[in-house]
């Protein structure tokens, strides 16, 4: 955000036993406390980082109680049945884009809990999801416009997909960030 010196978005990706975590976390607000709020966060997903998804929103959310709190998405991509799993409380947002051999695509949205972790933590509910070869997850937050996954252009890089997002919707009045994962399967 202009002026700001530190960004209350923060993400976080790590290989463990069943998969590969994400993790994004949005400090409510704006500037020092903000990102504290998020540090916390990511610092207690990587900690948990073992446990199911509800147990780390459940962890993060004793952490966060003296602080301002945070919006939080967690997925979770499983090579051994070829699934996502994910969770968001707040208004960090994800979609996952499959990709067919004809190159269609189709969008399948997270869905989101109303409350703030380390406020009101809502009744965590997660889904599972079926992935293939090749399906991105783009997650982003309230920094990014709403409806940006309809002009979402998927780049070989998911680097070059989250920049050209932030480009084209990024907000100037909020911290933003997306993150783009595409799913390889298990590695060779």
Not at 154 to 166: E, H, K, M, Y
Request: with cysteine; net charge negative; aromatic share 4%.
């Amino acid at each position: 955000m202009p002026g700001e010196t530190h960004s209350g978005d923060l993400h976080l990706v790590k290989m463990v036993d069943r998969g590969v975590l994400l993790a994004v976390a949005d400090g409510l607000g704006h500037g020092k406390e903000a990102a504290e709020a998020a540090r916390i966060a990511i610092d207690s997903v990587e900690a948990h980082s073992h446990e199911p998804l509800k147990r780390i929103i459940e962890y993060c959310g004793r952490r966060l109680r003296e602080s301002r709190g945070a919006a939080m998405s967690l997925a979770l991509f499983s090579p051994d049945d070829n699934s996502m799993e994910w969770l968001g409380v707040g208004n960090v947002g994800g979609v996952l884009i499959h990709m067919s051999g004809d190159g269609k695509r189709a969008n399948e949205f997270m869905m989101l809990t109303q409350g703030v972790v380390g406020v009101r933590l809502p009744t965590l509910r997660t889904s599972k999801v079926g992935v293939i070869r090749g399906d991105t997850l783009v997650v982003a937050t309230d920094g990014i416009r709403r409806g940006f996954e309809e002009g979402i252009i998927l780049f070989d890089r998911p680097d070059d997909t989250a920049q050209s997002i932030l480009e084209r919707d990024g907000q100037l009045t909020d911290d933003a960030l997306v993150l783009v994962a595409k799913y390889t399967g298990r590695p060779q």
